[in-house]
Each structure stands twice: as C-alpha cells, then as structure tokens.
C-alpha cells in the first residue's frame, strides 16, 4: 500500500480523548474508572494502528474496526483488568497436576483461611498467657496424632517450610553444612523444572559423597563411604520414575541399622509424603509418612500439596532434637510459610484426624469407583445435543501424578471426542477458550475427557464446552467451504 493511503487511513483513526467522549462508554468510566478505560482505549488503537502499518486493513476495514470500537473497548477492557490466575477443569485424569496447581484444597480448607485471613489471628499470640507464640503449634500437635507410634517413638515433631525442596535444603545445611552426606547415585532425582537434588545440597553447602551405581546400591557402598566427615546418609524416594529389571536397594531397615550403629541420622526425602495406606487403591511401593518413621528414620521430608492433598508445603517430621536445630537456622525464617498455608494445613489435617477421607479432594478422586465415572459420562453424552461431535466411552487409567506412584494406574472410563470438521488440536485447543477452559488430553489422536479429575458440580460446564464444540465445529465447516 502507498504511503499516501496508508497516511488518509491513520487520518481515520480518533485521538483517545474523542473515543472517550462516546457515551457509551459512560458506564464503563464509571464502573471501572478514567484511567483503566482510557488505557483500553489506548491499545485498541494502537493495535489498529499496526494493522494498517502492515497492510491488513483497508478503508473499508477500518470503517468497520471503528464501528464496533466501544466492544473491541470493553472487551480489552475486561482482559486487562481480569485476574491471571483463574480456575480451570481438570479433565486430565491426572490428579495431582503439576502445571495445574497439584491437590485442589477442600471446602473446609477454604472456610478455614477465609476465617483466618478476613480478621487477625493468633498466628503467634498464646491468647491463654498473654504472650507471644510460636506459629508451629496449630499443626504441630495434629501431626502428633497423625504420626503416632505409641510407645515405639515418642520423639516425633513436625516443622513447617514453603515446599519439600526448601524442607530438603534446611535439613541438608543445618545437619551437614561443610560435611558429606552419602546417597545413592541411583537417587540423584530431579525434582522437576531442571531442579536436581546434587544442586539443592550445593546451595545447602554440604558434600555430596555418590555411592553404588545408577541401578545397584548395597548396603555396603554406604558403610565403605563412611569417613570422620560424614554427618548424614540420605535416601531420596525415586516418586516420578521407576529403575526395573537388574536392580538392587538396601532395604530402609539396613539403612537404619548402620545409622544408628555408627551414630550418624538418617534422612529420607519421600517427595509426595501420603498420610495413609495406599494399597487399598491398588497404589503399592509408595511409602507413607508413618512407615519410614516406625522403620526408624530420623528425619522425613515430603510435600503439602501432593499425596496428603493440602496447600503447597515442605514437611520436616522426626527427631526432636534435630528438628529443634532445624527451627533454630535463620534459613527457617527465611523459608517459613504464612498464616494462609496454616489455616488450609490444619484444616486438611483435622479432616485426617477425624478419618474423614472423603472430604480431601485428592483422596476422593481416588477413591472414585469407575461405575460412577462410567454413570456421569453416560449422562454427559445423553444430555449432549444431535450435532458434529459425537462422543464415545471408552476404557482407560487414570495418573496419580505430581512426582507420586509413576506406575499406578486407576482404571477409569473416558469420554473419546470426536468431530467431523475439527482435528484433535482444534478440539482441544478450542476447549481450552471455552470459559472456563476444559483441559483435556490427546492420547493415538483421540481427545479424551476423564470425569475423575472433574468434580461432579463441572459436569454441566463440560457439557456446555461440548455443546460449545459443537457449534463451532459446524462454523468451521462454513469457513472452509467459503474459502
């Protein structure tokens, strides 16, 4: 386009000042004020500008982008001034998704950190004695009772940091700074987002001192590691991936026995932390929390926000006496978690207490039978209107997922998509702009729906996508032929 063109069409475009004159856009201006509108105003046409720059528009466009401004406006408006943040369903499968925010807390959680956040609190006031208090105490004594061992272990305390890598490092540099901590080299994990435990104990300053190979370690290649620098054995549970085949680990109870015997701790990363006994759900080789502590494990670090399904969280539960150390580091205050991580904490862990499982999200998509999966996807696909998408059931497994029981499967019954004029991107792309978005997962070129990630009161929203899908499918069978 000439110069001279492109010079009588950005003669078109209003000033700011004009737009804002429009009255309708009063109410905008009044609900959102001046300034937030005025900058909506400012982006639209801006982006006019850039689309007459390269050559997209003609005057005939621009008639047209300036008859619909005032929506173009609000729109922008609503975009710009909407949260980042925002909820979205779950139709994965995966139960614990990592890039979706892991274990959904449950309703009570929230009660509890609207109760606790709206007012003060006595997040460190002893209101009893009038003085000030520690924040520890209000999970402290739940876990108590949650670590229990009787007269096997009276020795048990928790302490609270914002993830299990921040547990990891403030174990790490509180018991062996300046010190070797001997680990399998088949326990060198990464944690994820490039995030290895060799690089956690570099920053925590301690030496690390690899023992055994990738797929075998004896309990020897510990006890032949040993120096007068050792100041900690380490065993770092494989959750987000499994060795098979010509493989061997000392058992946790060999570990015990020459920790104690050359009187040195024994630490054990267990990563997702589960609180109960999975292998009702056919889960098994997940260690529980109690387990390793019974075993005699001196310190276990684990996650909030994976297998025990409360807020993102790194848990330090074991030996008082190294836990008090642990409190004592500077590295505590740095790495603390607030008010909001305690209230959804000691929410979830009451739920514990009080055995009711079914009130934990994770816990009952777990637990969630596949008739009942197969019952709601049938009503799903009664209620979904004659169109191009046609759905089907089909057998499949559900994840446990975030770094928790990589081989476990949880038979599930899926929702397969199909569209006439739409291909498996298309259709997932399309789902994830309904509002709000339905994430699912492509599986051979199927799009496929799992209803044990979605709660029960979704269903209607992920039928309305579906119906959504559906319409636009046959848009877009209109568009191709047009073209």
């Given at each position: 386009?000439?110069?001279?063109?492109?010079?009588?069409?950005?003669?078109?475009?209003p000033?700011?000042?004009e737009?804002?004159?429009?009255?309708?856009?009063?109410?905008?201006?009044?609900?959102d004020?001046?300034?937030?509108?005025?900058?909506?105003?400012?982006?639209?046409?801006t982006?006019?500008?850039?689309?007459?720059?390269?050559?997209r528009?003609?005057s005939?466009?621009?008639d047209?982008?300036?008859?619909?401004?005032?929506?173009?406006?609000?729109?922008?408006?609503?975009?710009?001034?909407?949260?980042?943040l925002?909820?979205?369903?779950?139709?994965?499968?995966?139960?614990?998704?990592?890039?979706?925010?892991?274990?959904?807390?449950?309703?009570?959680?929230?009660d509890?950190?609207?109760?606790?956040?709206?007012?003060?609190?006595?997040?460190?006031?002893?209101?009893?004695?009038?003085?000030?208090?520690r924040?520890?105490?209000h999970?402290?004594?739940?876990?108590r009772?949650m670590?229990?061992?009787?007269?096997?272990?009276?020795?048990?305390?928790?302490?609270?940091?914002?993830?299990n890598?921040?547990?990891?490092?403030?174990?790490?540099?509180t018991?062996?700074?300046?010190?070797?901590?001997?680990?399998?080299?088949?326990?060198?994990?990464?944690?994820?987002?490039?995030?290895?435990i060799?690089d956690?104990?570099?920053?925590?300053?301690?030496?690390?001192?690899?023992?055994?190979?990738t797929?075998?370690t004896?309990?020897?290649?510990?006890?032949?590691?040993?120096t007068?620098?050792?100041?900690?054995?380490?065993?770092?549970?494989?959750?987000?991936?499994?060795?098979?085949?010509?493989?061997e680990?000392?058992?946790?109870?060999?570990?015990?026995?020459?920790?104690?015997?050359?009187?040195?701790?024994?630490?054990?990363?267990?990563?997702?932390?589960s609180?109960?006994?999975?292998?009702?759900?056919?889960?098994?080789?997940e260690p529980?929390v109690?387990?390793?502590?019974?075993?005699?494990?001196d310190?276990?670090?684990?996650?909030?926000?994976?297998?025990?399904?409360?807020?993102?969280?790194?848990?330090?539960?074991?030996r008082?006496?190294l836990v008090?150390?642990?409190?004592?580091?500077?590295?505590?205050?740095?790495?603390r978690v607030?008010?909001?991580?305690?209230?959804?904490?000691?929410?979830?862990?009451?739920?514990y207490?009080?055995?009711?499982?079914?009130?934990?999200?994770?816990?009952?998509?777990?637990?969630?039978?596949?008739?009942?999966?197969e019952?709601?996807?049938?009503?799903?696909?009664?209620?979904?209107?004659?169109?191009d998408v046609?759905?089907?059931?089909?057998d499949?497994?559900?994840?446990?997922?975030?770094?928790?029981?990589?081989?476990?499967?949880?038979?599930?019954?899926l929702?397969?998509i199909?569209?006439?004029?739409l291909?498996?991107?298309?259709?997932?792309?399309?789902?994830?702009?309904?509002?709000?978005?339905?994430?699912a997962?492509?599986?051979?070129?199927?799009?496929l729906?799992?209803?044990?990630?979605?709660?029960?009161?979704?269903?209607?929203?992920?039928?309305?996508a579906?119906?959504?899908?559906s319409a636009?499918?046959?848009?877009?069978?209109?568009?191709?032929?047009?073209?």
């Amino acid at each position: 386009m000439k110069a001279e063109a492109k010079s009588e069409l950005y003669r078109k475009i209003p000033a700011v000042d004009e737009v804002l004159r429009d009255p309708a856009l009063a109410d905008l201006i009044a609900r959102d004020g001046q300034a937030a509108v005025t900058d909506a105003a400012r982006s639209v046409l801006t982006r006019l500008r850039e689309e007459i720059s390269l050559d997209r528009l003609n005057s005939d466009g621009v008639d047209l982008a300036l008859s619909g401004i005032v929506d173009v406006i609000e729109r922008q408006l609503r975009q710009s001034l909407g949260y980042s943040l925002r909820p979205v369903i779950n139709a994965t499968g995966v139960i614990l998704h990592t890039n979706l925010g892991r274990a959904p807390l449950s309703s009570v959680a929230l009660d509890h950190i609207r109760d606790s956040s709206i007012t003060y609190s006595n997040l460190e006031f002893d209101a009893a004695g009038g003085k000030r208090g520690r924040r520890d105490v209000h999970v402290d004594r739940l876990f108590r009772k949650m670590l229990d061992l009787g007269d096997a272990r009276k020795d048990v305390t928790t302490i609270v940091v914002n993830n299990n890598a921040a547990a990891v490092l403030l174990a790490l540099n509180t018991l062996a700074e300046g010190s070797e901590v001997i680990v399998s080299r088949g326990e060198l994990v990464e944690i994820g987002g490039s995030f290895r435990i060799p690089d956690v104990m570099s920053k925590s300053n301690a030496l690390l001192r690899e023992v055994g190979t990738t797929n075998r370690t004896r309990i020897s290649d510990y006890e032949r590691a040993i120096t007068e620098k050792t100041s900690l054995l380490l065993r770092v549970h494989r959750s987000n991936f499994e060795i098979t085949g010509f493989t061997e680990q000392p058992a946790l109870e060999e570990m015990v026995k020459l920790s104690r015997s050359r009187n040195i701790p024994l630490m054990e990363d267990l990563g997702s932390g589960s609180l109960v006994d999975l292998s009702t759900l056919g889960i098994r080789g997940e260690p529980s929390v109690v387990d390793s502590l019974r075993i005699g494990v001196d310190v276990v670090s684990y996650s909030g926000d994976k297998l025990l399904g409360g807020p993102q969280a790194g848990l330090i539960s074991g030996r008082s006496d190294l836990v008090a150390r642990m409190r004592a580091n500077s590295l505590f205050r740095a790495l603390r978690v607030d008010k909001l991580t305690y209230a959804a904490l000691e929410a979830t862990l009451l739920a514990y207490v009080k055995q009711d499982h079914d009130s934990i999200p994770l816990l009952r998509m777990m637990r969630l039978p596949g008739s009942e999966i197969e019952r709601r996807a049938k009503a799903v696909v009664s209620q979904l209107r004659p169109g191009d998408v046609m759905l089907e059931i089909v057998d499949g497994g559900s994840l446990v997922g975030g770094g928790s029981a990589p081989s476990a499967i949880l038979p599930t019954r899926l929702l397969a998509i199909f569209a006439k004029n739409l291909s498996a991107d298309e259709i997932t792309e399309r789902l994830r702009n309904f509002e709000p978005p339905v994430i699912a997962r492509v599986e051979e070129g199927r799009v496929l729906l799992d209803l044990r990630t979605v709660f029960p009161e979704q269903d209607e929203l992920v039928l309305a996508a579906l119906q959504h899908l559906s319409a636009n499918s046959k848009t877009n069978l209109q568009n191709r032929s047009s073209n």
